[in-house]
């Protein structure tokens, strides 16, 4: 069961340059999402996308972009990478729950360590 | 808006020992409350839930009872392992449709 895929694990980025985090389920969810971890601030969503071909900016989205190329990948790109961004980047996905079901368990990706300097 | 607020950590135990860690949270409405766990180098995984007030969570020893009255969803384990040492974050969502909310996390360091 390989879940939530994320590729690279670890980069590291001159400022100014530009890259783009994978990230990849096969467990045919609908809903994916893009977190950054940094120390003392806990898990701060960036963007997410409902279903494919959708995607919505979350709590921190400036100096990003997500592409939903299919069911299946949802990629984080930045233009433009700033110190600001060194952090942990961690993909999720989440599937559909049915009748009514009040639950958003998500799935994550072993994460992207990022260093830009 | 929706907000969580957990214990700021690092909290160190020594193996055997009781746990818990705090949780509390902001919301309208009636969340479902989340307990993640994430191990060193690893990302998060669902540890326990509740999804309405009174139910008790439960999986590997921990337990979380949600609390609507004090808004609370306090986690708990009887005796803690040094395998248990991990990053704790507290969750909440309102619906499906509806984002995760994290708190800040907690981390736990159990010495043999």
């Known amino acids: 069961n390989a879940g939530v895929t994320q590729t690279p694990k670890f980069q590291v980025l001159k400022t100014g340059q530009s890259m783009t985090l994978q990230c990849a389920q096969d467990m045919n969810h609908n809903s994916m999402y893009w977190y950054r971890q940094d120390p003392g601030m806990g898990l701060r969503l960036i ?34 990478a700033a110190p ?27 994460g992207t360590r990022l260093s830009v300097l | 808006g929706n907000s969580v607020t957990q214990m700021e950590g690092p909290v160190t135990l020594s193996e055997e020992a009781f746990l818990t860690i705090n949780c509390t949270y902001t919301a309208t409405g009636y969340p479902s409350l989340f307990w ?11 540890l326990l839930k509740a ?24 986690l708990e384990k009887g005796s803690v392992q040094v395998s248990d040492s991990a990053v704790y974050f507290c969750a909440l969502s309102k619906g499906f449709s509806e984002k995760l909310v994290f708190g800040k996390g907690t981390k736990l360091t159990v010495n043999p």
């Open chain 2, 51 to 74: 999804t309405k007030a009174d139910d008790k969570g439960s999986n590997k020893g921990f337990e979380a009872t949600y609390r609507k009255e004090t808004t609370s969803f306090h």
């Open chain 1, 47 to 80: 963007y997410y996308s409902a279903s494919e071909g959708t995607t919505d900016k979350g709590e921190v989205p400036n100096g990003y972009n997500v592409s939903r190329l299919n069911k299946r990948e949802f990629s984080l790109r930045l233009e433009s």
């Open chain 2, 36 to 46: 993640y766990v994430q191990y060193p180098g690893e990302g998060l995984q669902l």
């Open chain 1, 84 to 110: 600001s961004q060194t952090s942990v980047y961690f993909c999720a996905s989440s599937p559909e729950t049915s009748g009514g079901a009040r639950e958003n368990i998500q799935y994550f990706g072993a």
